[in-house]
């Protein structure tokens, strides 16, 4: 017969106190690493739309330049108007040369969580008031038509 302290023991089922805790601990760190990766995504998409936002700011005012709304004399700044009110422009024109010819620089900017986010675009424009436009061209005399009668002569 077999005594009790001779058999083997048996294994525990289930999980010790320290398998549950380092389980637990990897849970805690793979949380707070998906949780900055959001915060790194977030941050990167506000970006990349206030990106978006800005480049169009900038083309819209630089069209303005081109159409003669804003002047080529000096420096222009201010604000936009209605769900951009937060972004500031500025034109910025410089001579570059030839007559009528100039580098407008437009920058837009504006704070997006306590950072400043700048955007400039530089083209280089004729001066719109000193240009004609579609609207005042003519269009050439039309030439005045051959004479085709002919004089004399035999038919067949």
Do not use: C
């Amino acid at each position: 017969m077999i005594t009790r302290s001779a058999r083997r023991p048996r294994p525990r089922r289930g999980l010790s106190l320290i398998e549950v805790l380092l389980a637990l601990a990897i849970l805690l760190l793979s949380i707070i690493a998906i949780g900055r990766l959001v915060d790194v995504g977030t941050d990167h998409g506000n970006a990349a739309r206030a990106s978006t936002r800005g480049s169009r700011l900038a083309q819209s005012k630089m069209a303005e330049v081109e159409a003669g709304v804003v002047a080529l004399t000096g420096e222009a700044s201010g604000a936009f108007d209605g769900d951009d009110a937060a972004w500031n422009y500025t034109v910025t024109p410089e001579a570059a040369g030839p007559p009528n010819l100039y580098t407008v620089t437009v920058k837009v900017s504006r704070t997006i969580d306590g950072k400043s986010f700048e955007l400039v675009l530089t083209q280089m424009i004729f001066d719109p008031t000193m240009t004609g436009s579609a609207a005042q061209a003519e269009r050439p005399a039309e030439p005045e038509p051959a004479d085709t009668t002919t004089t004399g002569g035999t038919t067949p």
